[in-house]
């Protein structure tokens, strides 16, 4: 009876290790990633504290920087969620970039043709249009992945490029989109009633960041508490299980990457209906990439979407502080990020190997004692 008792503890132990590890894992990785950043930053001849110091009040300091770090961190939200979706289902939606370029194109189109209807509909169409665009441009991806079997790394990756020349030719002349005579391509403005509202007078703060904090949400009750969410979660652990079951796993898979696909294309409207109120060559800038990040940093948790993409806005929007406080170029936030997130997963690979040595030793001595 006690070597049960003592088996059983040595047995949910390691769970509960694990439960706390895997809830710690972020901000272990955002602690180290600070620690090593530190030590780059002292050996560039500035001070890490007063660096970092800067570095949160140009995030957080006053209305106007906690507006620029919500509107920084917008894309990211909506971006990150459909990165997130597809990690839970255990795929790989690197195309965020591409289909932000995909949205924005088709929330330009819509914005630009003067509808007879209020203006919270011609925004809302706005934005639908952003996630047809979206998720026809995770299709193919999709298709191939879910009944051919490609890599969908490959394809979302590949489709990026397409996505950016494609937005690129279209606001360069004579096509339709392109403004006449620009110095630099862009579209025409969108239309006043297409636009959305600004919520803090003097900044550009706009509703993208509710939108965006209101759909993860969303997808967390989704993934939590619906069939399809618990067919994306089974599909992601264990595929061959869910086959077993008689789930249409190629269907589910299809479903889950265009579902990503459209987040991906309304995270592009929001820059243009909010922010930058046309469609520039090249405008996204690599913020498919960051919200990427945000969901390898959250571990693919729609919910914790929310804090990681705050976070990585807040790094953006107060790098430019600390560049004026101590000359550490804006950069360093970029690197800060890139830490946190090869940190998180280094965390989660010593921590399996922690979990599976543990395991692998309980195993043996149960043996040993003939259980």
Sequence with gaps: MIKATALREKLVLPAIGELL?????????????FIVSAGMIALAGANPIQAYRA?????IGSPQSIANTMVRASPLLLGGLGAAVGVKAGLWNVG????????AVGATAVALIPLPVPSWLHVTLSM???????????????????????NEVVTTLMLNYVGIYFASWLVHEPQPLAEPDAFYPMSRIILPSARLPILLKGSSLHPGPIIGIALCVVAYLILRYTPFGFRTRLIGSNPEVARYTGMNVNRQ???VLILAAAMGGVAGSGEILGLKLRLYDFFVGGVGYEALAVALLVMGNPLLVIPGALFFGGLKSGAASMQITTGIEAPMALVIQALCVLFVIGVGFAERRWIDRRKQKVTEEAKANGY
């Excluded at 590890?21 to 990633?33: D, E, K, Y």
């Excluded at 570095?55 to 995030?59: P, S, Y």
């Excluded at 952003?130 to 051919?148: D, H, K, N, T």
């Design 21 to 33: 590890l895997s809830s710690f894992r972020p901000l272990l990785g955002i602690l180290l990633a």
């Design 253 to 255: 898979i299809l479903f």
């Design 96 to 103: 965020i970039e591409g289909q932000m370029y995909a949205g």
């Design 55 to 59: 570095l949160i009040e140009g995030a």
């Design 128 to 150: 639908l249009a952003a996630a047809v665009f979206g998720a026809a441009w995770g299709l193919i991806p999709a298709y191939l992945r879910a009944y051919r079997g490609v």
